[in-house]
């Protein structure tokens, strides 16, 4: 059984519009992350979250935005979609927001932004 | 950045062989982590080492951290198929939780 879920697998969108990523884990974890891989670029760290608080943000934009409705919920926001939005995004989690804890990842959501 | 200028690396081996990747940082961390990375798959932990630590064995996973250089290795023995993936090493981000990755390397073996 999938241990972190993350819906929809594939996503297409057009400029401007707004999109929500879900990701559900069932790890029992008190941490989650969101991560976006685009083509040629390192696997970024965006947003992470300790017992439903933001913790660190590390998007510039304003456009992204998480929200977590239930301790083990953390779905992604973003608004006014670009093409350079394309990438896959990732959620993780760990048991606590420690350093060497590990980070369990799900299997991505693939968003083409058109 | 957290890296040295790199692109993402491929390297094509026969099964039965070793290989060995490489990777730099440029700041200080107390742990390097190795991620691999499956086609279509999320990344997942396959090996740790922390910074008192010059060598760490799992199976056929040997990764060295050298901190007086900033740099890690990570070597697969006796390759087989199924270790075809991007192999990422991680470390600690100073201004945040997340971790920072590297570019990556992407490594085929043919049967």
């Known amino acids: 059984d999938p241990k972190i879920i993350q819906k929809p697998k594939y996503l297409v969108a057009v400029t401007g519009s707004e999109k929500i990523l879900i990701c559900e ?9 969101w991560y976006r891989q685009s083509a040629k670029k390192p696997l970024e760290f965006m947003f992470s979250y300790s017992y439903q608080k933001l913790m660190d943000n590390q998007t510039a ?14 779905d992604l926001q973003i608004t006014a979609l670009k093409p350079d939005d394309s990438a896959t995004y990732f959620c993780a989690s760990s048991q606590e927001e420690d350093w060497g804890d590990t980070q369990y990842f799900g299997p991505g959501t693939r968003l083409l932004v058109l | 950045s957290q890296w040295g200028e790199e692109n993402l690396q491929a ?35 396959i090996i740790l080492i922390r910074s008192n630590e010059r060598e760490k064995r799992s199976g056929r996973l040997r990764a060295t951290l050298d901190t007086s250089s900033q740099s890690s290795s990570l070597s697969i023995t006796g390759t087989l198929a199924t270790d075809t993936a991007v192999y990422f090493c991680a470390t600690e981000n100073n201004y945040a939780q997340g971790l920072t990755f590297g570019l990556g390397t992407r490594v085929s073996v043919f049967p």
């Open chain 1, 61 to 74: 934009s304003s456009r992204f935005q998480p929200q977590s409705s239930k301790k083990n919920h953390l």
């Open chain 1, 25 to 33: 884990q069932y790890l029992g974890h008190n941490a989650m992350y």
């Open chain 2, 11 to 45: 390297l094509s081996i026969q099964e039965g062989e070793d290989v060995t990747m490489n990777c730099s940082y440029k700041t200080y961390t107390t742990v390097v982590q190795w991620y691999r990375q499956k086609s279509g798959k999320g990344p997942a932990l």
